[in-house]
């Protein structure tokens, strides 16, 4: 546990940053009742002649790259949902609600009906986010940072309590708090999540960091006044450029994994000893 003086508090996000959410997920949605929007793709050659002598009795499998693109569409719909919500200046809303809402109407655009995946189907979808595995990066650093006594680990994400405890259970990740959008009363990239955060903790600012792979969060995170790390995940952030926002300045460190992470922190530490 931190020690008594232990003046430092790391702010995680969770879902994407910590966990592998697409490879968590991708074996439930293949899993799914095979649906010709999901199915393959026959060979150019092949698919006029095969239509004409054989006639279709049965869906193929499911193309694993087609359930990848599933994914990454409803991940990608569901931050464009949150930011909505966000400028409305809406409630946080629960997070299964706003997963099983964006599912639907992105199943509707694939011709998926509810007599293809019923609730039974898109239910278990939207539970599949609350069991999660971790980047492989991820334990050994964080087991590393609790080691040192120095700092308070927190999550504080965008989602419901039990969306936390469910995913760091499965994950079994050793955070010393949990910080949801449900708990504080306050939705990314809101200033008042970072405040209302740091004020339960009780740590001043200059001694808080935000780690995560959205450049939107640490961005906001920046603008409170807290240290920032960027963590780059394959799933998280796609299409965006990179070299524009560094330029930027707002991000304090820019990591490839955890483990980069940990020494970046260390040498901060030695550091502010030797100032």
């Not at 997920?25 to 239509?51: K, Q």
């Not at 599912?103 to 039974?120: A, E, G, R, V």
């Not at 959205?214 to 920032?228: C, F």
């Not at 450029?241 to 990591?255: I, P």
Request: hydrophobic share 35%.
């Amino acid at each position: 546990m931190p020690s008594p003086t232990a003046q430092k508090a790391i702010f995680f996000d969770l879902m994407g940053t910590c966990c592998d959410w697409l490879s968590s997920l991708l074996p439930v949605v293949v899993s799914c009742p095979p649906h010709p929007s999901l199915s393959p793709s026959p060979p150019p050659s092949l698919s006029t002649s095969t239509s004409l002598t054989t006639p279709q009795t049965t869906t193929p499998p499911m193309d694993p790259t087609k359930a990848r693109s599933l994914l990454l569409s409803w991940r990608s719909n569901f931050f464009t949902e949150i930011q909505n919500r966000f400028e409305r200046n809406e409630d946080p809303e629960d997070i299964d609600t706003t997963h099983r809402r964006v599912l639907d109407t992105l199943l509707t655009s694939l011709n998926i009906q509810y007599t293809d995946w019923d609730d039974t189907v898109r239910e278990r979808l939207v539970q599949a986010w609350h069991m999660q595995t971790p980047w492989p990066d991820v334990l050994p650093a964080l087991h590393r940072l609790r080691s040192t006594g120095s700092y308070f680990l927190v999550v504080l994400a965008n989602g419901t309590t039990r969306l936390q405890l469910d995913i760091t259970a499965s994950a079994n990740l050793p955070f010393h708090m949990l910080f949801s959008s449900q708990l504080l009363g306050h939705t990314k990239p809101s200033p008042q999540i970072y405040h209302r955060a740091m004020e339960l903790v009780s740590v001043d600012v200059k001694n808080c960091y935000m780690v995560a792979s959205h450049l939107y969060d640490v961005e906001a995170a920046k603008g409170v006044g807290m240290r920032t790390v960027y963590v780059r995940r394959e799933t998280e952030d796609v299409g965006k450029d990179f070299e524009r926002e560094r330029v930027k300045g707002y991000v304090d460190f820019w990591g490839e994994g955890f483990g980069e992470v940990f020494d970046w922190l260390v040498g901060e530490e030695v550091a502010g000893e030797l100032s």
